[in-house]
């Protein structure tokens, strides 16, 4: 299944993989994520996510009328975003996606939204662009997400914290909307609970030394320190550094920092180091990790099992609203991802879009324990993680 999912060669520009043949109509959903660029190692997984929804829609020959759902990727770099805005516009004017499931990254997420998909009237389902500001943004009813806004994790990486006993801490963030967004909900959150931090300060990707912030932050001082950056990039920079130094030996690794490149990276050195990642407990996502493994890629991967609801979600929409048209179906994605009806999980997907096209009503669980709530996103829900052994082990779920 692997196979058949990653047919076509990945390019700069993004890759077509058709999922299945012999069907019609055709329903196109874009794909767009940082193939390339700092979270580049959690992109696999994320599109074969997505595009296992994709096949078993198209598998179940329910979907309106049997229509073959082909999935176009377009490589958003997940922080560049001209190139983001370029790649989008191309899926959305040459290929003329009906949906995305995208972005990954929050700036640009924001800049293809506001520069590509409202324009051209495109639903985008983002799987892990997790900026606050994203919930307040202006969008045309044309933006959800299956990840929870950084408003959230904030607290719930306060409790984390404070649950092991740190009262002080010292928090590095990548210099951007993502970065700066989640730096500044945790230190609100962190402070209101009668916590410290110490500094709070940017770093820059893409360099080659770390020296010089580490060393600023270990000067302020700090149990711990916050790491809210990339883990392909400045944010593992900051860790070895911080290593290499003894500024630090316990990092606390937000969403952007999960990822089995820590294990690969720092084995045992990190030991001791926890976080926290998007992701529900329950039988929902035991069902997509099966999925997962039988299709040959990791289900517990950051935001896998968000992008495989992401998909699910503008599908199961198509069938309420009868229309692959994202202005008609736009308005039924928040009544299929929610009560009342008939509870969908992953591997239901023909019983979900069976009971729509008789008129019934369906609440999507999915993967990730799917309720949206506010402007479209999800209520959020974590696990948490901490390193022993050299091994990322999963601890409990918030």
């Given at each position: ?7 076509t060669?990945?390019?700069?520009c ?22 390339t ?28 009328d ?17 190139a ?14 009906d949906g ?10 924001t800049?293809?939204?506001?520069n590509?998909?409202?324009p051209n009237?495109i639903?985008?389902?983002s ?7 994203l ?7 044309l ?11 904030g607290v ?14 010292a928090?590095t963030y990548?210099?951007n ?57 400045g ?29 690969d990276n ?10 926290q ?6 039988e ?15 289900g ?5 099992a ?18 692959k048209?994202?202005a008609?179906?736009?308005d039924?994605i ?20 069976e ?7 369906i ?15 999800s209520?959020?829900?974590y ?7 050299g091994k ?7």
């Amino acid at each position: 299944m692997k196979k058949l999912l990653m047919a076509t060669a990945l390019t700069a520009c993004g890759a077509t993989a058709v999922l299945a043949d012999g069907h019609a109509p055709q329903v196109k959903l874009g794909v767009s994520l940082g193939f390339t660029g700092p979270l580049e190692s959690l992109a696999p997984p994320m599109a074969e996510g997505a595009e296992l929804a994709m096949k078993e829609a198209t598998d179940s020959g329910i979907l309106l009328d049997a229509a073959t759902v082909i999935s176009i990727r377009a490589d958003s770099t997940c922080i560049d975003a001209a190139a983001a805005t370029a790649a989008v516009e191309r899926i959305v004017t040459s290929d003329r996606v009906d949906g995305i499931v995208g972005g990954m990254c929050s700036g640009e997420t924001t800049a293809t939204l506001q520069n590509v998909a409202m324009p051209n009237g495109i639903v985008m389902v983002s799987p892990s662009a997790t900026s606050p500001a994203l919930s307040t943004l202006e969008d045309n009813g044309l933006f959800f997400r299956t990840s929870p806004s950084d408003a959230r994790q904030g607290v719930v990486m306060t409790d984390i914290i404070m649950g092991r006993g740190f009262k002080e801490v010292a928090v590095t963030y990548t210099n951007n909307d993502y970065g700066k967004g989640l730096a500044d909900s945790f230190q609100a959150a962190f402070e209101a609970a009668g916590g410290t931090v110490t500094l709070n300060a940017s770093h820059e990707d893409g360099k080659a030394d770390y020296s010089a912030e580490v060393g600023a932050l270990a000067s302020a001082g700090g149990e711990v320190l916050v790491v809210a950056g990339y883990v392909d990039q400045g944010g593992s920079g900051v860790v070895q550094a911080a290593l290499d130094s003894g500024a630090f030996d316990t990092f606390v690794f937000p969403d952007g920092m999960v990822s089995q490149a820590l294990e690969d990276n720092f084995g045992a050195d990190i030991d001791g180091s926890f976080g926290q990642n998007p992701a529900s407990a329950g039988e929902g996502r035991d069902a997509f990790v099966a999925m997962a493994k039988a299709a040959g890629f990791d289900g517990t991967s950051a935001f896998a099992a968000e992008s495989y609801d992401a998909a699910a979600l503008i599908m199961l929409a198509m069938q309420a609203a009868n229309s692959k048209d994202p202005a008609v179906y736009k308005d039924r994605i928040m009544d299929v991802a929610n009560a009342p009806g008939e509870k969908i999980l992953p591997g239901d997907l023909a019983i979900g879009l069976e009971i729509l096209k008789a008129g019934g009503e369906i609440d999507y669980v999915g993967a990730t324990s799917v309720e949206l709530v506010g402007a479209g996103e999800s209520a959020g829900n974590y696990r948490e993680i901490e390193f022993e052994g050299g091994k990322l082990k999963v601890v409990g779920y918030r």
